[in-house]
């Protein structure tokens, strides 16, 4: 069967890139679609063809090669229109391996010969890594290619060569050099399929196909102009193309799992799952993933685009994908229900069998250019500077751990700077443990430092006494302080303070940003604050009643306080002066925070709203005091990696440095993936307008998210340090002290993620 796409009508040789490419996918929209898998690869095909023709076909290739040469912005908007428009993806993803390898070290005429091919899809390529005896450990390869005058004779065997039964080409990693294991000596060829001596043996995989093959090299001739590159230079090549596939391609990635957790939360509703309490936890979970993904290639993004350094980035990323995509079929699978029991192949399968046969291709995805242990590898030697693995010794880290991953904007790099310092001289761990017998005190002289340093009113409008700044830097200063593990009333505050502004409490706000302390009066539970249950009650003038573990409440000047008019039933927002109004201290799980019961006794209160106002004003300050509470367990996360790192890196055990144990450096990897996340997802959350459409929705994943990777990294800390992490003297309980404050200090974790799973639920119903 012919083409299904059809050709474009009208000129598409002029014009600027975005109205050819929007004809052809206005063109495409009209089009009816292929029907079976010959006709949707013929379809690919085709289309590849006309972007192609359309000079649309490559955003990121140079323009002398044939594509576009987009910066990243326009590239995002490029595959934001082709995601949205839901085209064929290029049949042949692995040429995009090669591709830029060309680009960078191929000569004129193996551009000219190989590039438009390959963008069309005329012809298809394999990848030759992969070897029996070199799978993730590449520099032990031991395929040869001797040089014979004008050609190469390669010997030797592949494996796990994806496409190899279809491919025209392979590019390949051969060694040139002397035998052994290393990467000098490796060249980088690139091998006709039809050449006489090559045999393709297909091997069955676990989703039922032949994905994958052997391929066997008996004497094969190449000619030496398929060199790429030197001759025994191939390894520095080869990283050429690994690190565009890892920098580069989540450009794309990012709109097609959001595309694909849309489909399985849809999968749910129809399969009447959307109400079952344990699959909205793991919808939430893949909800959380496709944000941190998205976050975290976000923030690479602005430092490319800013030509700084992204860091470690495509690396954490590479991890998270991969595991990312088995757990999302996993659920897919999960929520066919019965279903599940038939092949992908069998009539009745649901929705075709595509979700049983992603499970089990899935399988792969932590295996295939190197398994989820090289990647945990990978990020612990080379992102964080722990010990080799091999005995290599150690490098030096990416970033140090704990701080930033991306290199931060300057007046992000200047703030953590500035209040690192201050807090430095106030929270060594002997000042710490001080405020452990103070239930109802505050390092006052820090607060002050805080406070001549512009919080706690840096995001306040100037005209109310603030700063100015943005929310973002907010939320890296209250960062700085979690870090810290800084013993003042920060988050409380600050909660106290948005409630007060959103309600227009100009004065309170002028005072709060002058230093006076505060804090919201309010019950919670484990859905958050609590507003339709028990309240205080407003009698004519006078408030009575009393809330129980109230955050920063024995040592806040301001009293923001909740409560119901007892006439008519309505909300009332008032504030109080902490001299008229009894606060009992409560011990703190978190010995550098204050916690108590407010007694309430006929104290004749300042209202400032009524009614539905204090629901917007609840709704609006709700959001804000997510992300900056969740913020501060950013902070405490990654104060608990560093130190986990750096104990792993000085302490020895068995003549071992233990941060070359793989049982250590995996859990440190995985500790910085979920910091890393939990920081992309709070800052990503912290830019959004509060009237954004997903402003609640994204400040409920971060938060879950950040409160959750608190808890598990300071317990990990401790794990790693031992029995020299469980003793008092230690900080590192110190900071599972403040995370499992924060855990409840605004909903639980497990609470806030179901609340996410029915907002997307409600949008796809």
């Known amino acids: 069967m012919g083409s299904t796409t059809g050709p474009l009508e009208g000129p598409t040789a002029t014009g600027d890139w975005r109205d050819r490419l929007t004809a052809l996918l206005d063109a495409y929209a009209k089009r009816s679609r292929p029907m079976t898998s010959k006709e949707r690869a013929e379809s690919a095909r085709a289309w590849q063809s006309e972007l192609v023709d359309a000079g649309v076909a490559a955003p990121g290739w140079p323009t002398a090669v044939g594509g576009l040469d987009l910066g990243l912005e326009d590239q995002l908007d490029y595959y934001r229109m082709t995601s949205a428009a839901g085209v064929p993806k290029h ?16 000569t004129d005429v193996q551009k000219k010969r190989f590039l438009e091919p390959l963008l069309r899809a005329d012809e298809i390529w394999c990848q030759g890594f992969s070897e029996p005896g070199a799978g993730s450990d590449l520099a032990a390869l031991s395929t040869r290619a001797v040089r014979d005058g004008d050609n190469y004779r390669v010997t030797g065997q592949k494996i796990w060569t994806t496409q190899a039964d279809k491919a025209d080409w392979m590019f390949a990693l051969v060694r040139t050099g002397p035998p052994g294991r290393g990467t000098a000596g490796i060249s980088y060829l690139l091998i006709p399929m039809n050449s006489p001596g090559i045999d393709v043996r297909p091997l069955g995989d ?46 794309a990635d990012e709109f097609r799992y959001r595309g694909l957790v849309d489909k399985v939360f849809s999968l749910a509703i129809d399969r ?11 919808l939430a979970v893949v909800e959380t993933g496709v944000r941190a993904i998205a976050a975290n290639s976000a923030r690479a993004l602005d430092a490319v685009l800013r030509e700084a350094d992204p860091g470690g980035v495509a690396s954490v990323n590479r991890l998270v994908k991969s595991e990312f995509e088995q757990r999302l079929h996993r659920l897919a699978q999960r929520l066919t229900g019965p279903g599940a029991a038939l092949s992908n192949r069998s009539d009745g399968a649901v929705d075709g069998g595509r979700w049983t046969y992603g499970y089990f291709m899935t399988r792969a995805s932590t295996i295939g250019a190197g398994t989820a ?206 001299t008229h109004v009894e606060v009992d201290p409560q011990e703190s799980v978190d010995v550098t925070g204050t916690i108590g019961v407010v007694v309430l006794d006929g104290v004749e209160p300042q209202v400032i709203a009524r009614g539905a106002e204090v629901t917007r004003i609840l709704d609006a300050a709700r959001r804000a005091a997510q992300v900056l509470l969740a913020a501060d367990s950013v902070g405490v996360a990654n104060r608990a990696l560093a130190l986990a790192v750096d104990w792993a890196g000085q302490r020895e055990q068995f003549g071992h440095l233990i941060g070359s144990y793989q049982a250590i450096s995996h859990r440190c990897a995985d500790m910085l993936v979920a910091a890393e996340g939990a920081r992309a997802q709070v800052l990503s959350a912290a830019e959004l307008d509060a009237n954004h459409a997903e402003a609640q929705l994204s400040s ?24 020299i992490g469980f003793t008092w003297e230690h900080p590192a309980h110190l900071l599972l002290r403040r995370a499992t404050a924060n855990q409840v200090a605004l909903g639980r974790p497990e609470n806030l993620r179901d609340r996410a799973a029915g907002a997307v639920l409600a949008r796809l119903s």
């Open 700 to 723: 409920d994943v971060a938060a879950a998210a950040a409160l959750d990777a608190a808890v598990s990294a300071a317990e990990d800390c401790i794990q790693i340090h031992g029995g």
């Open 272 to 282: 009447g799952y959307a109400d079952n309490a344990l699959v909205r936890q793991e």
């Open 373 to 578: 242990e090289i990647q945990r590898n990978a990020i612990a030697e080379q992102v964080l500077g722990l010990p080799s693995h091999r005995g290599e010794g150690t490098r030096s880290a990416a970033v140090a751990p704990g701080r930033p991953l991306t290199q931060p904007e300057e007046d992000e790099v200047a703030l953590r700077e500035a209040l690192g310092k201050a807090l430095a001289s106030h929270t060594s761990t002997e000042q710490l443990l001080s405020w452990a017998p103070k239930t109802a005190d505050y390092d006052i002289g820090l607060w002050d430092e805080l406070v001549r340093f512009g919080l706690p009113g840096l995001s306040v409008p100037e005209e109310l006494g603030g700063g100015g700044a943005d929310m973002r830097l907010l939320a890296v200063a209250v960062e700085e302080a979690g870090y810290a593990v800084a013993p003042v009333p920060l988050v409380p505050t600050l909660i106290a303070l948005e409630v007060l502004r959103q309600a227009g409490a100009t004065a309170a706000v002028r005072a709060v940003c002058d230093g006076a302390t505060a804090a919201f009066i309010v019950p919670v539970d484990d859905n958050g604050w609590i507003v339709d249950g028990p309240l205080p009650t407003l009698d004519g003038t006078r408030l009575s009643g009393s809330v129980e573990r109230v955050p920063g409440a024995p040592v806040a000047d301001r009293l923001v306080i909740l409560a119901r008019d007892a006439a008519t039933g309505e909300l009332v927002l008032g504030i109080v002066q902490t």
């Open 91 to 106: 049949p042949n993803p692995i040429a995009f391996i090669v591709a830029p390898t060309l680009i960078v070290y191929g």
């Open 206 to 251: 676990a989703s039922g196909g032949h994905h994958f093959a052997e391929v066997f090299f008996d004497d094969v001739v190449v000619p030496a102009h398929n060199l790429v590159g030197e001759e025994g230079e191939g390894w520095s090549v080869m990283r050429t193309s690994l690190g565009h596939e890892r920098a580069t391609a989540f450009l």
